[in-house]
Structure formats: structure tokens, C-alpha cells
């Protein structure tokens, strides 16, 4: 799920951008650092709102660096184990496949696909179509869209893997 | 040191019991839509030699294809809307918001939480809920 959060960072900034401009210097050199990074505590950080507090600026010593602490908010994306997330599926392999939902990349094994789904070889892109005869059949393939199941997550230095389940109610293609 | 705590931290968390860690126990959780606008109004107020990095666009193309409510009133109706179940915990709120059911039952098999014992929402006031959000969908 997306959230709202106020984080703190401490910012490193050269002495020749010290001047009347410094605060859009802190804030250009924030946007580049943290925008677009993933860290396991706060997941996948996608967009600064707002710079709320810069903070007294230390000097480093033996250099003319100066150490700001930043307040600021920022838009996140959080995975959280057994949260239901709408993913768009991108790999289909015999072993299952792999969905994404914005910036996470979701394992779906197939012992956690609904057991009349077959893997279908034959089809191009490969898929997975469900056996029930008297409906229509429901394929799983690239570009498919469901609904799945947050049902763990290995969280790296600077990467979230999460592994996803369809077999429960109400989850599968969309 | 850090990792193995972080790691401990992971396991304590879960949706189903609403237990997000100390970053996200307390932390705003935002409707898709509204991710969408915030993510538009960016693109549109910085500099158009200024390139997003892959996770921003990655989230501004995911939010405008799940988003429930196409724009920003509906969206804001959805939220004062859900805003008023106090008792709903913010992440289920939005859950309820994000992924648009159509019963009562299909809302406490996605989101188990619902079905802890501390809430007091019964099965009409949740039909009515998402009766309600339907409608701000169907607007559009």
C-alpha cells in the first residue's frame, strides 16, 4: 500500500553551494538521493511532498563539508505480508509467474495458484488456464491482470521480494 | 546487527492482525487515487527536462490503471467517506477504498482484519459502505 510518512535524513553539501540558494540546493540534492530508492524499512520511497525542516548544518572536520539533517515527507510504497493488491502479471513460466505492482516484483509459485490451473506450454506467451469445463476458460498470462495475496516477503539492503498466493476466494484474474 | 532486527521487525508484521511495525503503525495510508493525483500534480509542476526516476514512473503508470475514482471529487467523497468509519483502522479503509468489492463477504475473506473481534462494523453497515463507494465509481 501506498502511505504518507515523515523521515529524516542527514544531507552532505559542498561549500560552494552555500549562499542564498542553499535551501533549493538541500532540496534538489534530497530529491536526487532518497527519489526512487528502496530500503526495507520504508520500502519503495517514490516521490518527496515537502521539505519540512532543515536543521542546523554541522561542519565536518579536516573538511569543508557540512552535514544537514533534513525532516521532510515523502510518498511510499509498503508492501506488508497478507495485504490483497491488484498486480499485472509479467513472466509466465512452468514454475509459476511473476507480477508487478508498481515498483514490487511478486512470485507467484505455482503451489499457490488454484489447482485447476495448468501451465499451458503450447500457448504464446505461455499461460495458466483453469480445467472447469463449463465456463469460460480463465487464463493467466503476460499482461494479465489479478488480484492476489501478500503472502511473504525477503527484504534486502536495497531490494523487497515478495511471494504471492491466487488460491483463496475471491482472488485471481481480474 | 541491524539486518537481524530489521528482519524480527518483518515477522511481527501483518496485515490480518493491523500490526505494521513503529514506521507504519501510525503512518497515513493513501487511497491509490489519491497517489495518482499527487504523482500528476508533481509531473506537472517540475521542470520538463527533469526526468523521474523508474520507480516514480513505474507507480504514477500502476496508480493510473488500478486507480477506483477517476478524479479528484469523487476521490475525495470516497475518502470523507471512509474517513467516517472511526472504527476501521486507516489500512483497512483504504483497502476498501483500493479495491472496490461488491459483498460483504468477498470484503472479510480479502481483508481479514474486518472479521477481528474489536470491530463492530456489521455486515449491512458494510454493504452500505461499499454500495456507497460503488456509486462514487460509477459517476464517471
Redesign the interface.
Known amino acids: ?5 515523515e523521515m529524516e535524513r542527514d544531507l552532505l553539501l559542498l561549500p560552494q553551494h552555500f549562499g542564498p540558494n542553499i535551501n533549493r540546493y538541500l532540496r534538489d540534492k534530497l530529491i536526487e538521493k532518497v ?4 530500503s ?3 520500502g ?4 518527496v ?1 515537502e521539505v519540512k525542516k532543515i536543521g542546523k548544518g554541522r561542519i565536518r572536520e579536516g573538511a569543508g563539508l557540512v552535514t544537514f539533517p533534513v525532516k521532510f515527507g515523502a ?1 511510499v ?2 508492501p ?5 493488491l ?1 498486480a ?1 502479471v509479467t513472466v509466465v513460466n512452468k514454475l509459476g509467474f511473476f507480477a ?4 514490487l516484483s511478486v512470485f507467484v509459485s505455482k503451489y499457490l495458484i488454484p489447482t485447476d490451473m495448468r501451465f499451458d506450454p503450447q500457448s504464446n506467451p505461455p499461460s495458466y488456464v483453469s480445467q472447469v469445463s463449463d465456463e469460460q476458460p480463465m487464463r493467466v498470462t503476460v499482461a494479465s491482470e489479478v ?1 492476489l ?2 503472502i511473504g ?1 525477503r ?1 534486502d ?1 536495497s531490494e523487497i521480494f515478495a511471494i504471492g498466493s491466487i488460491k ?4 485471481g484474474v481480474l | 546487527m541491524a539486518s537481524s532486527s530489521a528482519r524480527r521487525g518483518l515477522e511481527d508484521e501483518d496485515a490480518s492482525t493491523l500490526t505494521f511495525g513503529p514506521d507504519f503503525q501510525d503512518a497515513a495510508c493513501l487511497l491509490n487515487s489519491e497517489v495518482a493525483l499527487m504523482l500528476e500534480s508533481r509531473l506537472t509542476n517540475s521542470a520538463p527536462s527533469t526526468q523521474q526516476k523508474g520507480n516514480f514512473l513505474k507507480a504514477y503508470e500502476y496508480v493510473n490503471r488500478v486507480k477506483t475514482f477517476r478524479d479528484r471529487e469523487n476521490t475525495t467523497r470516497a475518502r470523507a467517506e471512509l474517513d467516517k468509519k472511526k472504527e476501521l483502522h486507516g489500512f483497512e479503509r483504504v483497502q476498501l477504498g483500493n479495491l472496490c468489492l461488491d459483498e460483504p463477504d468477498e470484503a472479510m475473506k480479502l481483508i481479514p482484519s474486518l472479521q477481528m473481534n474489536r470491530n463492530q462494523l456489521d455486515p449491512g453497515e458494510l454493504s452500505d459502505l461499499l454500495a456507497t463507494l460503488k456509486s462514487f465509481r460509477q459517476l464517471t
Open positions: 500500500m501506498f502511505f504518507y510518512i527519489e526512487g530508492s528502496c526495507g524499512r520504508y519503495f520511497i517514490i516521490c511532498t510518498v510504497f509498503r506488508f505480508k497478507g495485504e490483497v491488484d499485472k508487478e505492482v508498481g515498483p488480484r495475496k501478500l516477503m527484504i539492503a483463496e476466494d475471491y482472488l
